[in-house]
T-cell receptor, first 115, second 116 residues
Framework: DTGVSQDPRHKITKRGQNVTFRCDPI?????LYWYRQTLGQGPEFLTY????????KSRLLSDRFSAERPKGSFSTLEIQRTEQGDSAMYLC?????????????FGPGTRLTVL | AQTVTQSQPEMSVQEAETVTLSCTYD???????LFWYKQPPSRQMILVIR??????QNATENRFSVNFQKAAKSFSLKISDSQLGDAAMYFC?????????????FGTGTRLQVFP
């Protein structure tokens, strides 16, 4: 399968714990995006990378959140000291940005539940 | 800041009939892209159709078409000959046109039910 993959698909954690999610983009896609989707809402942009450079971060991304894409391939999103409000679906997407007309392909998401 | 509004939380349609999902947006930009994404239950989001704001012609993809009214900032999705597999959440999304304006701004979604 050559689509965007995310691991794990589900994560249950206790408040205060740290969690890390992984996203593997479509091979050769140079852009990678993270979004957060809470129940009943549309996805909200968190951050995106072009290769290994983080080009934009949303104000939603508090100091407890950090994202990396160290070799320009897979990316990780870490949440430190989780809070109940962090419970959401975390979506990853990737695209091949040759010009302004580029389609984002989404992964299946990681559903986080903070108890 | 750009915003996207979907005022229909839920819609339903009978199989083989036509349904229209509404979307309005707000922006001060003159060039941008609009999208409709489909998110089936427990499955990943897929792109249904895309419209470039500089194109006057409405986009069409098989049974899916849009009614793009730039002056009114309206972007509705029409699904013709509805099928059971069309049941899903549908999200309208906006994206700026520059190379580095790459984030998608989504509406809150419309849940479409299709009845046999």
């Amino acid at each position: 399968d050559t689509g965007v993959s995310q691991d794990p698909r589900h994560k249950i954690t206790k408040r205060g714990q740290n969690v890390t999610f992984r996203c593997d983009p479509i091979s050769e896609h140079n852009r990678l995006y993270w979004y957060r989707q809470t129940l009943g809402q549309g996805p909200e942009f968190l951050t995106y990378f072009q290769n290994e450079a983080q080009l934009e971060k949303s104000r939603l991304l508090s100091d407890r959140f950090s994202a990396e894409r160290p070799k320009g391939s897979f990316s990780t999103l870490e949440i430190q000291r989780t809070e109940q409000g962090d419970s959401a679906m975390y979506l990853c997407a990737s695209s091949l940005a040759r010009h302004s007309h580029n389609e984002q392909f989404f992964g299946p998401g990681t559903r986080l539940t903070v108890l | 800041a750009q915003t996207v509004t979907q005022s229909q939380p839920e819609m339903s349609v009978q199989e083989a009939e036509t349904v229209t999902l509404s979307c309005t947006y707000d922006t001060s930009e003159s060039d941008y892209y609009l999208f409709w994404y489909k998110q089936p239950p427990s499955r990943q989001m897929i792109l249904v159709i895309r419209q470039e704001a500089y194109k006057q012609q409405n986009a069409t993809e098989n049974r899916f078409s849009v009614n793009f009214q730039k002056a009114a900032k309206s972007f509705s999705l029409k699904i013709s000959d509805s099928q059971l597999g069309d049941a899903a959440m549908y999200f309208c999304a906006y994206r700026g046109s520059t190379y580095y304006t790459d984030k998608l701004i989504f509406g809150t979604g419309t849940r479409l039910q299709v009845f046999p």
